[in-house]
């Protein structure tokens, strides 16, 4: 499955961003899908997941800020993120693990995009 971000761009703090992720293949169902972030000379870190069947997952950092969803129609999913702070700037990542079940951020996701990259200033 390939995937590719977009949505990507530099902001100022407080502002808002939504990134997209469209796939090769329909992996809206029977999915577990996620977003993922990488900061330089950071190791990479779960933003948030969503289940199959829909139940989301977040990082505490973004819990409250950040939305995940997903257009089943037009086969993207969606990271909405509000209150943007420096220390979101990272190349943010979607990934997908084919699972009908529990989908947390420790899941074992073995398809990858690119990333799109996320600058916040301050």
């Known amino acids: 499955v390939r995937l590719v971000e977009s949505g990507g761009g530099s902001v100022q703090a407080g502002d808002s961003l939504r990134l997209s992720c469209t796939a090769s293949a329909y992996i809206f169902s029977g999915y577990c899908l996620g977003w993922f972030r990488q900061a330089p000379g950071k190791e990479r870190e779960g933003v948030a997941s969503?289940?199959?069947?829909?139940?989301?997952n977040y990082a505490d950092s973004v819990k409250g800020r950040f939305t995940i969803s997903k257009d089943r129609a037009q086969s993207v999913l969606y990271l909405e993120m509000n209150s943007l702070k420096p220390e979101d700037t990272a190349t943010y990542f979607c990934?997908?693990?084919?699972?009908?079940?529990?989908?947390?951020?420790?899941?074992?996701?073995?398809?990858w995009g690119t990333g799109t990259q996320v600058t916040v200033s301050a």
């Open positions: 969503i289940a199959s069947y829909g139940t989301p």
């Open positions: 990934a997908a693990e084919k699972s009908i079940g529990y989908c947390p951020l420790s899941a074992n996701f073995n398809s």
